[in-house]
């Protein structure tokens, strides 16, 4: 880095060259006027060169909102469809109307905690955040503050040293066997097509995208399988058909009552598409509404219709997502191991299925008790 310095009057003006703004591609310059002796003049310059060879002086005029939009332009094509709508409204409602004007250079930690603590406690009509909310929208804003560096537009990012609030462990309560055998009886009753959607959910553990995204295509009823390799999400477009949360397909095995439901389904679907001189197609969505099953159930349909079945039960606290919490503990605490469990659920890998559910793996860690008490017993 070049510094410069030169006498102006009674002060002295210090200067030092920054390079080009990779934004506007013009020459920038920090400068600087102190009025004292030509030595501390000269240490104060060269604190400067110092400070902008570790990158801390601006690099640009570009703002905060210059930024965001930039990166959200450059990372949104590799986001799914619905982190793209998310991501998009984070920025529009959190952080742009804050942060849009504030110069990148200028960005504290400092104030990036500030807007944390106003967006977590609302106010003035605006309800207040949830830490886990706060916490996604952390981590867009680092995300693009790290793009920033690489681009050269920052040299530090300060959302590296700011603290978003601590998120406590999700408490996580799903429906007992009872319960969610009311849930099923009343579906039956009320809406076949609900119940086997249920039921399919319960047996595998898929996720609500994942389950809607099915098609009678990748069902196997006489090897008893269904293959899982997509899922429906709601994008910035409306329905967009994806590959799985993991990207990664899996086939899970089905039991008899869970198949003979989908049979009858299935000639359900026939008969609907016949009244209306249709055929239904093998690729057609298991779940739909249209007649010819062209296309799926939207995702919060569904979460609505089933959200309305709990209220009539009195069950109004459990959500469709309990339903993969239900398969997951019932399975870790019958003794299934949890590499089967984390393959049917669509885990990445075994240590996501314990680190959400090792608190409920207590009936197994008592069953192994026993089992050590009886060898040592033996060998004593």
Known sequence: MKGFIRRRGEAWELRVFLGVDPVTGRKRYANKSVRTGKREAQRMLAEM??????????????????????WFEFAAPEFSPKTVRETRGYMDRNLLPHLATVPLSKLRASEIDALYRR????????????????????GILRRALVQGMKWGWIGTNPAAAATPP???????????GSELARLL?????????????????????????????LRWIDLDLDGRTVDIHRGIVFGPKGLVEKDTKTHA??????DVRTVELLSEHHQR???????????????????????????????DS????????????????VRLHDLRHFVATQLLGAGVDVR????????RNAATTLNVYAHFLEQTDRAAADIMGDVISMTA
Request: proline letters at 6%; a positive charge.
């Open 49 to 70: 060169i110092v400070e902008a060879e570790r990158g801390t002086l601006a690099r640009t005029s570009a703002t905060v909102g210059d930024l965001l939009e930039t």
């Open 119 to 138: 967006l977590q406690a609302g106010g003035a009509g605006v309800r207040p955040l949830a830490p886990a909310t706060i916490r996604r929208i952390h």
């Open 166 to 176: 601590r998120v406590a462990p999700p408490d996580i309560k799903p429906p007992s």
């Open 185 to 213: 009886l009343r579906a039956l009753e009320a809406s076949p097509e609900l119940a086997c959607y249920l039921v399919l959910a319960a047996a595998t553990g898929a996720r609500r995208s994942e389950v809607i995204a």
């Open 249 to 254: 397909a899996r086939r899970v095995s089905l």
């Open 269 to 299: 679907m026939v008969e609907r598409a016949a009244m209306c001189r249709l055929v239904l197609a093998s690729d057609a969505f298991i779940f739909s509404d249209a007649a010819d099953g062209s296309e799926s159930w939207f995702p």
């Open 302 to 317: 569904v979460s609505r219709s089933f959200k309305r079945l709990c209220r009539r039960e009195g069950l109004g606290h």
């Open 340 to 347: 089967t469990v984390a393959g049917r659920l669509g885990h």
